[in-house]
């Protein structure tokens, strides 16, 4: 495909106009479109930018066709802001806040650049209070409609964008649940050991932490609870523990599954690795309540004797 034909089509509203003076509301409706909207809704704000650049080649070639530099421009602002109002108006964020007024909780970027024959459109999202880089995805779409002319980017940018609203979504939305698990997890040290085979960890960061609780309460709390437990509340611990066993044996195989399955069908790398983490501190938490329930279940063989 070649760039003539990429001018004519990504410029070709100002044909209506009977010059090369594009002007940028003709710019903006050439490009405008209805965006998809997002099936996830975080809860969270954010602000939105959107960039759009044309190689020198490109911008070369349709100044030599007689296209002013005013024009061009007016096309490359106008692909920026349908990028920025599909994120905006996705509803993809509980609220987008304006440039330049409150700190949102995420920084959304969206760069695209004309790569013949390709579209290549990045979209970030970082966090404003620390500069991290929170989620950065691309994905490519061909400008060749295969008959040597150019896809309209009116047929091209909806479906491109939508995929990577739905990457940006997944990323940010197990980053949230991340946090939450995180919060979740600071009681975790302060727990008893009962409390501590209570609930369903989701995220591996939560399971790892739980674990860790575990380890520490074995040392710190079940001598005192082997010395000084009533036997109906050893029994009463040890069937707890017996029913935890089994269900973290389930949900390993479970996650185990899940993982194998969404890796041979090219799923998510980051998706594949939670999962697998998953499925390994369900293991390992197995093996850390062996030995508890051992010493459990020889401290009440000894009382009734």
């Given at each position: 495909?070649?760039?003539?034909?990429?001018?004519?089509?990504?410029?070709?509203?100002?044909?209506?106009?009977?010059?090369?003076?594009?002007t940028?509301?003709?710019?903006?409706?050439?490009?405008q479109?209805?965006?998809?909207?997002s099936?996830?809704?975080?809860?969270?704000?954010?602000t939105?930018?959107?960039s759009?650049?044309?190689?020198?080649?490109?911008?070369?070639?349709?100044?030599?066709?007689?296209?002013?530099?005013?024009a061009?421009?007016?096309?490359?602002?106008?692909?920026a802001?349908?990028?920025?109002?599909d994120?905006?108006?996705?509803?993809?964020?509980?609220?987008?806040?304006?440039?330049?007024?409150?700190?949102?909780?995420f920084?959304?970027?969206v760069?695209?650049?004309?790569?013949?024959?390709?579209?290549r459109?990045?979209?970030r999202?970082?966090?404003?209070?620390t500069?991290?880089?929170?989620?950065a995805?691309?994905?490519e779409?061909?400008?060749d409609?295969?008959?040597g002319?150019?896809?309209?980017?009116?047929?091209?940018?909806?479906?491109?964008?939508?995929?990577?609203k739905?990457?940006l979504?997944?990323?940010?939305?197990?980053?949230?649940?991340?946090?939450a698990?995180?919060?979740?997890?600071?009681?975790?040290?302060?727990?008893?050991l009962?409390?501590?085979?209570?609930?369903?960890?989701?995220?591996?960061v939560g399971?790892?932490?739980?674990n860790?609780?575990?380890?520490?309460?074995?040392t710190?709390q079940?001598?005192?609870?082997?010395?000084?437990?009533?036997?109906?509340?050893?029994?009463?611990l040890?069937?707890?523990?017996?029913q935890?066993i089994?269900?973290?044996?389930?949900?390993?195989?479970?996650?185990?599954?899940?993982?194998?399955?969404l890796?041979?069908?090219?799923?998510?790398?980051?998706?594949?690795?939670?999962?697998?983490?998953?499925?390994?501190?369900?293991r390992?938490?197995?093996e850390?309540?062996?030995?508890i329930?051992?010493?459990?279940?020889?401290?009440?063989?000894n009382?009734?004797?």
């Open positions: 495909m070649g760039l003539a034909a990429v001018a004519a089509l990504l410029l070709g509203a100002a044909r209506a106009t009977g010059s090369t003076a594009l940028y509301d003709v710019a903006l409706r050439a490009v479109y209805t965006p998809a909207r099936p996830i809704r975080l809860d969270a704000t954010a939105v930018q959107a759009y650049f044309l190689p020198p080649e490109m911008r070369q070639s349709w100044t030599s066709r007689g296209w002013p530099d005013e061009i421009d007016n096309h490359r602002k106008a692909v802001a349908v990028l920025a109002n994120v905006s108006a996705s509803g993809l964020f509980a609220r987008i806040i304006p440039l330049g007024g409150l700190k949102p909780d920084a959304v970027t760069q695209a650049e004309a790569q013949r024959p390709l579209l459109v990045t979209i999202a970082t966090d404003p209070a500069g991290q880089e929170l989620s995805r691309t994905r779409a061909s400008l409609n295969g008959r002319g150019a896809r309209d980017l009116k047929t091209v940018l909806p479906d491109l964008m939508a995929a990577l739905a990457d979504a997944s990323d940010l939305q197990l980053r949230m649940r991340r946090q698990a995180l919060a979740a997890a600071a009681a975790f040290p302060t727990a008893s009962a409390d501590l085979l209570s609930g369903r960890d989701e995220l591996t399971a790892r932490e739980r860790r609780a575990l380890i520490a309460a074995k710190r079940l001598p005192a609870i082997l010395r000084d437990g009533k036997s109906d509340e050893l029994v009463a040890v069937v707890r523990i017996e935890a089994l269900d973290l044996d389930h949900d390993g195989e479970l996650a185990r599954d899940r993982a194998q399955q890796a041979a069908t090219n799923g998510d790398p980051a998706q594949v690795e939670e999962i697998r983490g998953l499925g390994i501190s369900f390992e938490r197995i850390l309540l062996k030995p329930l051992a010493a459990l279940k020889e401290e009440l063989a009382r009734n004797r």
